[in-house]
């Protein structure tokens, strides 16, 4: 006999959070551009592994990580140094043409058609984020930047700040993501995640609450209510 849904089994899509950095738009090769030229500057050397290890970070998260994988002690100064380089070096870079992913727009302008609340949750800082709003000229009902927060992903707080802001239950929210680290940050704070990973050496796995996709075009707003339901 099959199972009767009752009105309180079923979870309403409450919001959707997408991540911006090799999820909505293309960026990841333009921080990789940054990358490279940064360990060519260090005498280091630029592995898939190195990458696998910083996406989806913020840059004071990353930076140590790389120096260290080009084997330089991160010092406070030099992190902050070669912050403040990987900064200017993307504002730069980000003059050039930004691609957004495939599907990412089109689900963004049906989501918000279908009145589901939307937000921009990344680890890039506001400088970069704007850059990035402004030039495509996107819509969002909250943006939160990587230094708006103080903990940043996989740490829960992005996303956690993202439903508080927007009053959206958690259980009902589904986050968007290509990295392992806002994949744990999403789950972490309770919400559905889709994962489309832009990295080569970046492998998720399938789950109850967790879809693997090629691209955001292979999914619509029914297949986020259903993600949650």
Known sequence: MARQVRDWDVTALSAVLFDMDGLLVDTEPTWTVAERELAVELGGVWTDE????IVGTRVETAVPLMLAAFG?????ELVDRTVQWLLDRMVTLYGGPLTPLPGALELLAALRAAGVPVALVSSSYRV????????????????????????AKPHPEPYLTACTRLDAPAAGAVVLEDSPAGIASGEAAGCAVVAVPSVAAVHPEAGPRRLVLASLA????????????
């Open 50 to 53: 190195v990458k696998a290890a």
């Open 72 to 76: 330089h002690a991160p010092t406070p």
């Open 128 to 151: 970069l984020v704007d850059a990035v709003v402004e030039r495509l000229g996107l819509a969002f009902d909250l943006v939160i930047a990587g230094d708006e927060v103080a903990h």
């Open 218 to 229: 292979e999914l619509d707003v029914a297949g986020l209510r259903a993600l949650v339901a």
